[in-house]
């Protein structure tokens, strides 16, 4: 059966609901699944949680979902680039489980792994630990530390982004673009992928495949793309 459908809308239409939880991939504007983010838009689903490290910039990847007040709970790692998300989150209309990236990372990767929780130093004795497990381990120093439970997320929904992918779904990001991609499209219980570029069964380098298609569910075409630059930054021409 093909898992490519002809648009974005096609490819999530029975799945979105209100009160979904979604994993999405990308860092800041790159790699963001930008076709079914403006799907989802479009489609009017409400209440929605989603797992990312950021939630873009005002008006682009999440960030166009928070404008459209579909968004109710973030779970990320930074946020400084979103006005709106700051207005929404310290004017108490905007739930926010702020989580270290790496933790964040690898709480996609054991949910996707099937794995409901695991216990990490990063965050004890801050804000981070409060309402969570604490426990006693012996470091790699053999040294007993404190260390904290974290849960593994499994979402309702997964989106990434791909550079090319073959017939099957088997994936290919490319460069730093891979970024939350990976762990965020294992961790739902459908994932929905658009790619740049798709190939026959067969025309990718074995070696090259970063995800596996076994993992994803639905493709969509969502090339061409503009390239987006999230911080413009120049400097004086030197005169020769």
């Known amino acids: 059966m093909s898992k490519l459908f002809p648009s974005a809308a096609s490819a999530l239409d029975d799945i979105l609901k209100d009160g979904m939880l979604i994993a ?47 968004v109710k709970k973030m779970i990320s790692s930074y946020v400084g680039e979103n006005k709106e998300f700051e207005r929404q989150f310290l004017a108490g209309e905007l739930e926010v489980e702020f989580c270290p990236q790496g933790t964040l990372a690898e709480r996609m990767r054991a949910g996707g792994a099937g794995i409901p929780g695991f216990y990490t130093k990063t965050g004890v004795g801050t804000q981070v630990a409060e309402g969570k497990e604490h426990k006693e381990f012996r470091d790699p120093d053999g040294v007993m530390s404190t260390y904290i439970m974290e849960e593994g997320i499994f979402a309702d929904l997964s989106i990434v982004k791909a550079w090319k992918a073959d017939e099957t779904g088997n994936l290919v990001f490319r460069k730093t673009a891979r970024n939350f991609n990976q762990p965020a499209a294992t961790c739902g219980k459908v994932c929905v992928a658009e790619v740049e570029e798709i190939v026959p069964a067969g025309g990718l380098n074995p070696d090259e495949i970063h995800l596996p298609g076994v993992f994803v569910n639905r493709m969509v075409m969502g090339a061409p793309y503009d390239k987006k630059i999230e911080f413009r930054t120049t400097r004086e021409r030197v005169a020769a």
């Open 24 to 70: 999405a991939g990308g860092f800041g504007l790159c790699g963001i699944p930008e076709r079914l983010l403006d799907a989802i838009r479009d489609n009017g689903a409400s209440g929605l949680t989603f797992a990312s490290n950021n939630a873009g910039i005002d008006n682009e990847g999440i960030g166009k979902l928070l404008r459209t007040r579909q």
